[in-house]
């Protein structure tokens, strides 16, 4: 089973700033299996990334994903009001699909 | 617009069952795996089960394998996961979702706990 260990656990920034978020597998994900997901509390996940770094419909392109390996990073380019929450990532090159614990970003 | 609606939650004992149901529309049901991906309160996401379009594969996550079964019946466009032999940490809010490898779209979550 691949293990993600996402890093920072919370990251306090301001709106406007950039938000960096890490993702770190056990093991290669092959094939940049990955996507990123943000939840807000009380809500279903909402897909944000799939295959390391393309967003999926409607997502704004402050919203970037990269990496390959066993490194991956979610960056938000300028924080807007609405993107305080949880991401989480999630592998699915290999059984059992496997997610990370989650980055809250919050408000400073 | 595609919606999933999630239902069937409810308490249960130890040990007890339960059968959660997922309506599925605005979208061709038979042409995409399945999951159902769960979270347990205050806690992450954990994928629990996936099912092929036509229901002839299926995986499971370790900790439910043989407790619990995910099917289909795509002229209904439902998803379901029957849950046997539910413990505490089965306790979760359960999330169907559209996608065996990432999840585009999700179901709202239905609350399943297991307490005396």
């Known amino acids: 089973e691949i293990v993600l260990t996402q890093s920072p656990g919370t990251l306090s920034l301001s709106p406007g700033e950039r938000a960096t978020l890490s993702c770190r597998a056990s093991?290669?994900?092959?094939?940049?299996?990955l996507a990123w997901y943000q939840q807000k509390p009380g809500q279903a996940p909402r897909f944000l990334i799939y295959?390391?770094?393309t967003r999926a419909t409607d997502i704004p392109d402050r919203f970037s994903g990269s990496g390959s390996g066993t490194d991956f990073t979610l960056t938000i380019s300028r924080l807007e009001p609405e993107d305080f929450a949880v991401y989480y990532c999630q592998q699915y090159g290999s059984s059992p699909r496997t997610f990370g614990q989650g980055t809250k970003v919050e408000i400073k | 617009e595609v919606q999933l609606v999630d239902s069937g939650g409810g308490l249960v004992q130890p040990g007890g069952s339960l059968r959660l149901s997922c309506a599925a529309s605005g979208f061709t049901f038979s042409s995409y795996w399945m999951s159902w991906v769960r979270q347990a309160p205050g806690k992450g996401l954990e994928w629990v089960a996936n099912?092929?379009?036509?229901?002839?594969?299926?995986s499971y996550v370790d900790s439910v394998r043989g407790r619990f079964t995910i099917s289909r019946d795509n002229a209904k466009n439902s998803l379901y996961l029957q849950m046997n032999s539910l413990r505490a940490e089965d306790t979760a809010v359960y999330y169907c979702a559209r996608g065996g490898y990432w999840f585009e779209y999700w179901g709202q979550g239905t609350l399943v706990t297991v307490s005396s």
């Open positions: 093991q290669s994900v092959s094939s940049r299996y």
């Open positions: 099912i092929k379009q036509d229901g002839s594969e299926t």
């Open positions: 295959g390391a770094s």
